[in-house]
């Protein structure tokens, strides 16, 4: 299939404004539960977990 990079990209999209994916509070509050989830795992498998925390906190803006 051949692609015409030169082309403008066309379609439509609504008028109302868009909503962001997670509202500040929500991600605090994901951050929150993601740091009792690596706090709940003894066996080291929830660092993920707090690694996912450190770079959605790292993400937001400062309060």
């Not at 051949?2 to 868009?18: F, I, K, L, N, W």
């Amino acid at each position: 299939m051949d692609h015409d990079s030169t082309a403008p990209v066309t379609g439509t999209y609504p008028d109302e404004p868009r909503l962001a994916l997670l509202t500040a509070t929500e991600a605090r509050e994901t951050i929150e539960h993601l740091q009792l989830l690596e706090r709940l795992d003894p066996g080291g498998h929830g660092r993920a977990a707090g690694q996912l925390a450190a770079d959605l906190a790292r993400r937001l803006p400062a309060w």
